[in-house]
């Protein structure tokens, strides 16, 4: 069935006030940056080309998490397929992304899908990471982590699983502060977001 088709057809099926479940969209997203990922990790490895993969999705990852004007770029309808793809090109090429994902980039830019892109870099990081017998570690924060906090949370990741760990660190500012952690199906919320959750549902008790 078309993308297209079963993705009018979904919304149809779970569509509140005409808009599409969050975690219905999530789930087209994650499907869709998966099957980029599986291609792009493929050829990578067909072409003995991991090591510059690896590279490449840490420096996207870092410009991404840096610049809130890129993740504009990547996620606004306002920009048409030419502006994406000028755009991405010119990212690419300033970063000296491999020749590999910058034609991944452009088709996606060709194709509207360049708002998968945070999905992408974090299908991408298992992948490798588990080519090499790594854990792969989700991380969300309000700011971007330093260098050392990252190298002191993978250290302390290490210590808790028994296996070196990758971080696969994103910015969501709606945390506040504080992390969200997420490796396999095992999740540490330490964020202020979900301790003002918290703190709201025991108000609610109360009254």
Do not use: W
Not at 16 to 27: F, K, L, P
Not at 50 to 71: F, H, N
């Amino acid at each position: 069935m078309p993308l297209c088709l079963h993705a009018r057809q979904t919304c149809e099926r779970n569509t509140t006030v005409g808009r599409v479940h969050v975690s219905e969209s999530a789930s087209i997203s994650a499907g869709i940056a998966g099957r980029y990922a599986t291609a792009i990790f493929d050829l990578a490895r067909e072409s003995n080309a991991i090591p510059a993969l690896e590279k490449d999705v840490e420096a996207l990852g870092a410009a991404l998490a840096d610049s809130a004007d890129l993740r504009a770029m990547i996620g606004s309808p306002l920009y048409s397929r030419e502006d994406q793809g000028r755009a991405i090109a010119a990212v690419a090429k300033k970063m000296k992304l491999s020749a590999m994902l910058t034609n991944a980039l452009s088709l996606m830019a060709a194709r509207r899908r360049l708002f998968v892109l945070p999905q992408l870099l974090r299908a991408l990081t298992g992948l490798i990471a588990r080519e090499k017998g790594e854990v792969t570690a989700d991380v969300a924060s309000a700011r971007p982590l330093s260098k050392a906090q990252a190298t002191a949370l993978a250290k302390t990741l290490k210590a808790r699983l028994g296996h070196e760990v990758k971080l696969n660190a994103t910015v969501d500012e709606s945390l506040i502060g504080g992390l969200v952690v997420k490796v396999g199906s095992k999740m540490i919320d330490t964020s202020i977001r979900s301790r003002l959750a918290a703190l709201q549902n025991v108000m609610k008790e109360v009254g």
